[in-house]
């Protein structure tokens, strides 16, 4: 499950939010979500007309018996104050 939280954290697939896997379910698992990728885009004002299926959070609970719930949590954060390009040797 921390696979999945992982990738709902990435700041470029996922919801744009820290998710912290709280299930205690060990070990790994191969399973399959069908859901629409468009539904979770508030942005996208076509959304509820071309729905092809349910939303990652209806899915998530409906298939797999998981629910996202938003709280707040200490989560490890990694800062870089500055950045430059490597001197020549």
């Known amino acids: 499950m921390i696979v999945l939280a992982d990738t ?9 939010r820290v ?9 790994e698992f191969d399973m399959q979500l069908d859901f ?3 539904a979770q885009d508030p942005r996208n004002p076509n959304r509820e007309a071309a729905l092809a299926g349910p939303s990652l959070f209806t ?7 998981l ?3 938003p709280a707040k949590a ?6 870089i104050d500055q950045a430059s390009l490597p001197t020549e040797n």
């Open 8 to 16: 709902l954290s990435n700041p470029l697939t996922g919801l744009g």
């Open 19 to 27: 998710v912290v896997d709280r299930t205690g379910i060990p070990g």
């Open 74 to 79: 200490m989560v490890t954060i990694l800062v």
């Open 67 to 69: 629910k996202l719930e």
């Open 36 to 38: 629409d990728y468009n």
């Open 59 to 65: 899915a998530l609970q409906e298939q797999w018996g």
